[in-house]
């Protein structure tokens, strides 16, 4: 089990980050004993737990024993554990003096981490504070420069490591379904339903302006086929055609990703009320966020995607700034959802830090604006569904990959050899920490003038090859909210030691979690080894609802020595 000692102030954020590393752990109590022990407070209590980890850059009464001393105080900095960058945002030291240890993390040639202690009782020295940097992270988010990096992700991993290197076994419910490797949003946000709306305005111009000078520039760049420039030059051409209504209009989004996501699941985000930019819009073209249709125009469209089993979710106007507002615009979606439960993403992103209390004072179930409009990443350093700060009920599903992010001019402007290269490394790192992965196609980025409608269907294609699972954003956000309910008691056994259980209360959760041992590593000629198992870890399927699969996998579990009482862990 591990104990935690925060700062004050610190509760919530360590709360948030144990729902996230989903590991056996409670607020520190004098009385237990405890395996690990996790301090950010500037004080250590005496302790000889078997790890003991000391975060944060004020002097701690610790350091005169470990020799620790300050060399250099830093405001942020990129550090190094195991050839794996890790950014830090907030306030941070490197140590100057790590003679009675090793360096285990390094800032450059410096150390900003030290190891000490025997095989009996390790003590690891850290020079920046854990929980201040999750804050950063699902508040502020991490900047463009470091957004392929999911940094919350390898906290959890360089934390899990240590635990393992000293020793300990651990017991863990993982952010990966059953049988999958991550998870998969498919999500769609409709400003325009065709171009028949839009006659003689600044969407048709730019459109003609794009698809005709716009498209040769590309087509010199080598950023456009002559197959597709010459495509452009159609559309354009059969724009009056378009109007009367004797050609098809190409914008129209639903019936191609329709045939493109056969069989998959998608979420539609759709525009509330038409002709409204909305308030408190930054920059200088507020008043083209406005939409030239609603949700009400899509009568039939609307039909068909929940008969597919599609989601419709809110594409926000002004709900990330307005409480009454935000309801009015839920109340139009779940007329015609029939549903209560609905999600959003607000139009071009917006959101401030009392985005999330506002959204979830008007009643959203959750949220999945907390992306870049500039790249494609990790801009709160994970994959997973989170609550976000100031937030009780109210989840985050993490926006990952956006199209116009990848090819706009004024933003990434990739090739699109090198764009499947940023989305298969994001693909990978999902594989390899588990989360979900969320994917954002507008409604006419297949069409002329974009064209990114076969970079698309190649990029699902690669995820339909892999073992992900595909869900909406709400039964994605619903499969992580059951994982958050997952309790773990201290369950006394016949020895009269305590392990911990994972426990649950509530719907059956399908796909199952896995209950996840990980065996410790072993020291061996007084080199650190891993266990004999090829794996590393015992993965069991648990649907919530049996106990069978818990018990069977606590015959071989011993969480270290701990008094023999059942109590309630603090997650």
């Given at each position: 089990m591990i104990g935690v000692i925060s700062k004050p102030e610190q509760a919530g954020?360590?709360?948030?980050?144990?729902?996230?590393?989903?590991?056996?752990?409670?607020?520190y109590r004098p009385d237990r004993v405890y395996d690990v022990i996790i301090v950010t407070a500037h004080e250590t209590p005496e302790v000889s737990p078997r790890l003991l980890l000391v975060y944060g850059p004020s002097e701690n009464n610790i350091d005169p024993r470990i020799g620790a001393s300050v060399h250099r105080r830093l405001e942020g900095a990129v550090l190094t554990a195991r050839d794996t960058p890790l950014p830090i945002y907030r306030e941070m030291v490197t140590f100057a003096d790590h003679s009675n240890g090793s360096a285990?993390?390094?800032?450059?040639?410096?150390?900003a981490g030290i190891r000490t202690g025997s095989s009996d009782s390790t003590v690891i020295r850290l020079g920046y504070d854990l929980f201040d940097e999750v804050e950063f992270l699902l508040s502020a988010g991490q900047p463009i420069e470091n957004a392929h990096v999911p940094t919350l992700e390898v906290h959890i991993r360089m934390l899990r490591q240590w635990i393992l290197e000293a020793g300990i076994p651990l017991i863990e419910i993982p952010p990966t379904p059953a049988g999958h490797s991550f998870v998969v949003c498919l999500t769609h946000?409709?400003?325009?339903?065709?171009?028949?709306?839009?006659?003689?305005d600044h969407t048709m111009w730019g459109f003609v302006y794009r698809a005709t000078v716009g498209a040769v520039r590309n087509f010199v760049r080598g950023r456009l086929s002559l197959g597709n420039l010459l495509q452009n030059w159609f559309a354009v051409g059969s724009l009056p055609f378009v109007y009367a209504g004797w050609v098809k209009d190409f914008w129209e989004p639903f019936e191609w990703?329709?045939?493109?996501?056969?069989g998959l699941p998608a979420?539609?985000?759709?525009?509330?009320?038409?002709?409204?930019?909305?308030?408190k819009v930054p920059g200088g073209d507020a008043s083209r966020r406005a939409a030239a249709y609603d949700v009400s125009d899509l009568p039939e469209q609307t039909t068909t995607l929940l008969k597919r089993g599609c989601e419709l979710g809110v594409h926000g106007i002004d709900s990330w700034h307005s409480a009454d507002r935000g309801k009015s615009e839920l109340a139009r979606i779940a007329a015609v959802t029939g549903d209560t439960s609905i999600g959003i993403r607000m139009h071009w992103l917006l959101g401030d830090a009392s985005t999330p209390a506002v959204l979830e004072q008007a009643g959203y179930a959750y949220d999945s604006?907390?992306?870049y409009n500039e790249t494609v990443?990790?801009?709160?350093?994970?994959?997973?569904?989170?609550?976000?700060?100031?937030?009780?009920?109210?989840?985050?599903?993490?926006?990952?990959?956006?199209?116009?992010?990848?090819?706009?001019?004024?933003?990434?402007?990739?090739?699109?050899?090198?764009?499947?290269?940023?989305?298969?490394?994001?693909?990978?790192?999902?594989?390899?920490?588990?989360?979900?992965?969320?994917?954002?196609?507008?409604?006419?980025?297949?069409?002329?003038?974009?064209?990114?409608?076969?970079?698309?269907?190649?990029?699902?294609?690669?995820?339909?090859?892999?073992?992900?699972?595909?869900?909406?954003?709400?039964?994605?956000?619903?499969?992580?909210r059951k994982r958050r309910e997952v309790r773990f008691e201290l369950m006394e056994t016949e020895d009269g030691s305590a392990r911990a259980c994972p426990c649950y209360e509530g719907e059956e959760v399908v796909p199952p979690l896995n209950i996840r041992f990980h065996r410790p590593c072993q020291e061996v000629n007084g080199s650190t080894v891993s266990s004999p198992a090829a794996s590393g870890f015992v993965d069991i399927p648990w649907n919530g609802v049996s106990r069978d699969e818990p018990e069977q996998l606590l015959q071989n579990i011993f969480l270290g020595p701990s008094e023999p009482v059942r109590a309630e862990l603090a997650n």
């Amino acid at each position: 089990m591990i104990g935690v000692i925060s700062k004050p102030e610190q509760a919530g954020v360590a709360k948030e980050f144990f729902e996230l590393f989903k590991t056996p752990w409670e607020v520190y109590r004098p009385d237990r004993v405890y395996d690990v022990i996790i301090v950010t407070a500037h004080e250590t209590p005496e302790v000889s737990p078997r790890l003991l980890l000391v975060y944060g850059p004020s002097e701690n009464n610790i350091d005169p024993r470990i020799g620790a001393s300050v060399h250099r105080r830093l405001e942020g900095a990129v550090l190094t554990a195991r050839d794996t960058p890790l950014p830090i945002y907030r306030e941070m030291v490197t140590f100057a003096d790590h003679s009675n240890g090793s360096a285990c993390v390094a800032a450059g040639s410096e150390v900003a981490g030290i190891r000490t202690g025997s095989s009996d009782s390790t003590v690891i020295r850290l020079g920046y504070d854990l929980f201040d940097e999750v804050e950063f992270l699902l508040s502020a988010g991490q900047p463009i420069e470091n957004a392929h990096v999911p940094t919350l992700e390898v906290h959890i991993r360089m934390l899990r490591q240590w635990i393992l290197e000293a020793g300990i076994p651990l017991i863990e419910i993982p952010p990966t379904p059953a049988g999958h490797s991550f998870v998969v949003c498919l999500t769609h946000d409709i400003d325009f339903v065709g171009i028949r709306n839009h006659k003689f305005d600044h969407t048709m111009w730019g459109f003609v302006y794009r698809a005709t000078v716009g498209a040769v520039r590309n087509f010199v760049r080598g950023r456009l086929s002559l197959g597709n420039l010459l495509q452009n030059w159609f559309a354009v051409g059969s724009l009056p055609f378009v109007y009367a209504g004797w050609v098809k209009d190409f914008w129209e989004p639903f019936e191609w990703y329709s045939e493109v996501e056969a069989g998959l699941p998608a979420t539609y985000f759709l525009i509330p009320f038409k002709r409204r930019s909305g308030e408190k819009v930054p920059g200088g073209d507020a008043s083209r966020r406005a939409a030239a249709y609603d949700v009400s125009d899509l009568p039939e469209q609307t039909t068909t995607l929940l008969k597919r089993g599609c989601e419709l979710g809110v594409h926000g106007i002004d709900s990330w700034h307005s409480a009454d507002r935000g309801k009015s615009e839920l109340a139009r979606i779940a007329a015609v959802t029939g549903d209560t439960s609905i999600g959003i993403r607000m139009h071009w992103l917006l959101g401030d830090a009392s985005t999330p209390a506002v959204l979830e004072q008007a009643g959203y179930a959750y949220d999945s604006t907390f992306g870049y409009n500039e790249t494609v990443g990790y801009r709160a350093g994970t994959g997973q569904v989170f609550r976000p700060l100031g937030a009780n009920a109210l989840l985050e599903l993490p926006l990952h990959v956006q199209d116009g992010a990848l090819f706009y001019p004024q933003r990434l402007d990739l090739p699109e050899a090198e764009a499947e290269k940023r989305c298969r490394a994001l693909i990978e790192n999902a594989g390899k920490f588990g989360g979900a992965l969320t994917l954002l196609w507008h409604d006419r980025s297949h069409a002329p003038e974009r064209h990114w409608g076969d970079f698309y269907i190649r990029l699902v294609q690669t995820l339909r090859a892999t073992d992900c699972w595909f869900g909406t954003a709400s039964q994605a956000v619903d499969w992580f909210r059951k994982r958050r309910e997952v309790r773990f008691e201290l369950m006394e056994t016949e020895d009269g030691s305590a392990r911990a259980c994972p426990c649950y209360e509530g719907e059956e959760v399908v796909p199952p979690l896995n209950i996840r041992f990980h065996r410790p590593c072993q020291e061996v000629n007084g080199s650190t080894v891993s266990s004999p198992a090829a794996s590393g870890f015992v993965d069991i399927p648990w649907n919530g609802v049996s106990r069978d699969e818990p018990e069977q996998l606590l015959q071989n579990i011993f969480l270290g020595p701990s008094e023999p009482v059942r109590a309630e862990l603090a997650n």
